[in-house]
């Protein structure tokens, strides 16, 4: 008979082994990983864009104070500056990791291929025999 220590014990033993399993199987480390980096960069990101790139966009402006131009509507204020700012924000944004992502990701090269003389279709370099027409290549 286990005592029910014992039996605690080897039920969490069971737990961690399976959580383990768990984040080894379904890459949620790489998730994590990802995700943590993927803040740190925008973190970055918004760093450049509001302290660098928006102070040389309040210049260009006709008025340095344009993000706080508001519209008064009965009792409220429609925020346009703030809101046209902020869009402004988002695709110089956009812009900035596109460029990053396109210097630091290369695209796979192109697996080798040949053509079928009988159907002109692209097929594998190493194929022996056409997926399309059944013709030999």
Do not use: H
Not at 28 to 36: E, K, N, Q
């Amino acid at each position: 008979m286990a005592y029910p220590t014992q039996q605690i014990a080897q039920e969490g033993k069971v737990v961690v082994s399976e959580f383990r399993a768990f984040l080894t199987k379904n890459n949620a480390i790489a998730l994590a990983v990802g995700f943590i980096m993927g803040a740190a960069v925008g973190k970055v990101v918004t760093a450049l864009v509001n302290d660098i790139i928006m102070p040389l966009v309040g210049l260009a402006m006709p008025r340095g104070d344009w993000r706080t131009y508001a519209l008064e509507v009965g009792s409220g204020k429609m925020l346009i500056g703030d809101f046209f700012g902020t869009v402004i924000d988002f695709f110089i944004i956009a812009l900035v990791v596109f460029m990053i992502t396109k210097r630091l990701l290369k695209p796979d090269p192109a697996a080798p291929t040949k053509q079928c003389k009988a159907c002109c279709e692209t097929v594998p370099l190493a194929a022996t025999k056409c997926k399309f027409c059944g013709d030999p290549v």
